[in-house]
Nanobody, 111 residues
Framework: QVQLVESGGGLVQPGGSLRLSCAAS????????MGWYRQTPGKERESVAV???????NYADFVKGRFTITMDNAKNTVYLQMNSLKPEDTAVYYC?????WGQGIQVTVSS
């Protein structure tokens, strides 16, 4: 069992920045990948960015150049630095790893 707890969401103006954090606990010895996903009402959950324990990353096209995913292996925490935020980035963001999901955190981009 792996527990994932997200933090760092909130309201930000267009063009602003936020950093999401996701702390993993529990049976984390076998974690090789962690990722961020997002979902808006009426739409399917979509992948935003993923990172391996070795630091290999993959981004959705709609966030390339704006978002950065990093992992602190010592703290069992993954981060998502979100810059140049757009209103269309508004969503509930979820952290996930090895089939486990966090509870989700709201990010709202609005003036």
């Amino acid at each position: 069992q792996v527990q994932l707890v997200e933090s760092g969401g909130g309201l930000v103006q267009p063009g602003g920045s936020l950093r999401l954090s996701c702390a993993a606990s529990g049976n984390i010895a076998g974690i090789y990948f962690m990722g961020w996903y997002r979902q808006t009402p009426g739409k399917e959950r979509e992948s935003v960015a993923v990172i391996s324990s070795g630091g290999i990353t993959n981004y959705a096209d709609f966030v390339k150049g704006r978002f950065t995913i990093t992992m602190d292996n010592a703290k069992n925490t993954v981060y998502l630095q979100m810059n140049s935020l757009k209103p269309e980035d508004t969503a509930v963001y979820y952290c996930a790893s090895m089939g486990f999901w966090g509870q989700g955190i709201q990010v709202t981009v609005s003036s």
